[in-house]
C-alpha cells in the first residue's frame, strides 16, 4: 500500500504506454508543450468534465470525479462515471478521448486503472468500461479482462520504480515521435545520431587497441 504522498498521476499510464522516455520528460523533468492533438483533447476533457452531474434513463452520472488507489499507487479524474440506478448495477467509467479509436490499446489500460481505482474505492467489480472517441462520436466498450488488468498493474509499478530512479530513459526514434508534443524538446533523431557516433567511436578504438596487440 502506497502513502497519500507517494500517489502518481493515473494519466501518466498512458504517456509511459506510449513512450518511457515522454513520461519521464513530463513527470520528471516537468516539461510540456502542446500541440494541435494535444490542445483538442484537453478542450474534450474539460467538456467532459466541467459538466453538471446530471441522473438520465435511471443512470446517475458524475463528472470529473476524484480517484485514487493506494494499492496501485495512482490518483487521477474520471472523466464521467455513470452509476445505474434502476435497475442498481457496478459503475462504468468512461473516458473521453480525441479522434479515433487507436491500435494500440493505451487508452483501455488508462480506463482499466480508472476501474481498478473505484473497485478499489467502493469495494465493488466493474467487468468494463467505454471509450467515446470525439471523431466518430460513439463510444466503444472495453472489457476488463485479466490480460488488461495484469498489464495496467504491471504498468503502474513500472512507473513508480522509473520515478524512484528519477532517471529518464534515452531515445528511441520510431515512426510516432513524429506526433509527441515533446518532439523539439525530445530531439530523438539529434541523441540517436549523438548515441551512434560515441557508438562507433568505441568501437573503432577498440579495434585500434586490437590491432596493436596483435602486432
Same mark, same amino acid.
Given at each position: 500500500?502506497?502513502a497519500e ?10 504517456h509511459? $504506454?506510449?513512450?518511457?522516455?515522454? +513520461?519521464?520528460?513530463?513527470? =520528471?523533468e516537468?516539461?510540456w508543450?502542446?500541440?494541435? +492533438? ?9 467538456n $467532459?468534465d466541467?459538466?453538471p #452531474? ?7 452520472i458524475?463528472?470529473?470525479?476524484a ?11 474520471a472523466?464521467?462515471v455513470?452509476?445505474? =440506478?434502476?435497475?442498481p ?9 480525441r479522434g ?6 493505451w487508452d ?6 480508472q ?9 465493488t467489480? =466493474?467487468?468494463g ?8 462520436r460513439?463510444?466503444? #466498450?472495453?472489457p476488463?479482462?485479466?490480460s488488461l488488468?495484469q ?12 520515478? #524512484?530512479?528519477q532517471?529518464?530513459p ?5 515512426p ?8 523539439? =524538446?525530445?530531439?530523438p533523431e ?5 548515441g551512434? $557516433? ?8 577498440? $579495434? ?8
Open positions: 500500500m502506497f504522498d507517494s500517489l502518481l498521476p493515473l494519466s501518466g499510464l498512458q509511459l $504506454a506510449f513512450c518511457e522516455r515522454q +513520461w519521464a520528460l513530463i513527470h =520528471i516537468q516539461q508543450n502542446e500541440n494541435r +492533438w494535444t490542445a483538442e483533447g484537453r478542450l474534450l476533457h474539460q $467532459a466541467e459538466g #452531474d446530471e441522473t438520465r434513463g435511471g443512470v446517475r458524475v463528472r470529473g470525479l480517484i485514487r488507489s493506494l494499492r496501485l499507487g495512482l490518483s487521477g479524474k472523466d464521467v455513470e452509476f445505474p =440506478i434502476q435497475p448495477g457496478p459503475p462504468l467509467p468512461v473516458e473521453y478521448k479515433r479509436p487507436k491500435s494500440e490499446h483501455e489500460i488508462q480506463l482499466c486503472a476501474a481498478l481505482c473505484l473497485e478499489e474505492m467502493l469495494s467489480a =466493474i467487468a468500461g467505454a471509450l467515446y472517441y470525439g471523431e466518430p460513439r463510444r466503444l #466498450d472495453v476488463f479482462d485479466a488488468r498489464e495496467t498493474e504491471d504498468l503502474a509499478r513500472r512507473m513508480h520504480h522509473l520515478y #524512484d530512479e532517471r529518464t534515452a531515445p528511441r526514434l520510431t510516432r515521435c513524429k506526433k509527441c508534443s515533446l518532439h523539439q =524538446i525530445c530531439e539529434m541523441l540517436e545520431r549523438r551512434s $557516433a560515441s557508438v562507433f567511436f568505441r568501437r573503432s578504438l577498440q $579495434a585500434n587497441l586490437r590491432g596493436h596487440e596483435t602486432e
